[in-house]
Nanobody, 121 residues
């Protein structure tokens, strides 16, 4: 059974940085395309970033160079480094995985439980 466990969320002030981690068990990370999504209260879950098993990375339009997604296959872990955080980045952040080359909400095979990021002004 594949499981995704996120960590690294927290409360911080605007302009600060956080690194989220997502550790995968039950499947080798190198065979998965991994993505980060976020959901703020009252809003739809939106795409943040993804790293594919083919080696490609892609980001949501709002990221604008502030975030970096990376993977460490030896640790079966994916990271999301978030810099220059803004209050509007406040959301529950979810890790997701798919066997496809690209990931969307609709084709994710697995989801983590989410980790909260709260950015104060």
């Amino acid at each position: 059974q594949v499981q995704l466990v996120e960590s690294g969320g927290g409360l911080l002030q605007a302009g600060g940085s956080l690194r989220l981690s997502c550790t995968v068990s039950g499947r080798t990370l190198s065979s998965l395309t991994m993505g980060w999504f976020r959901q703020a209260p009252g809003k739809e879950r939106e795409f943040v970033a993804a790293t594919s098993w083919t080696g490609n990375t892609i980001y949501g339009d709002f990221v604008k160079g502030r975030f970096t997604i990376s993977r460490e296959n030896a640790k079966n872990t994916v990271y999301l480094q978030m810099n220059s955080l803004k209050p509007e980045d406040t959301a529950t952040h979810y890790c997701a995985a798919t066997y496809a080359a690209t990931i969307r909400r609709s084709n994710a095979n697995y989801w983590g439980q989410g980790t909260q990021v709260t950015v104060s002004s």
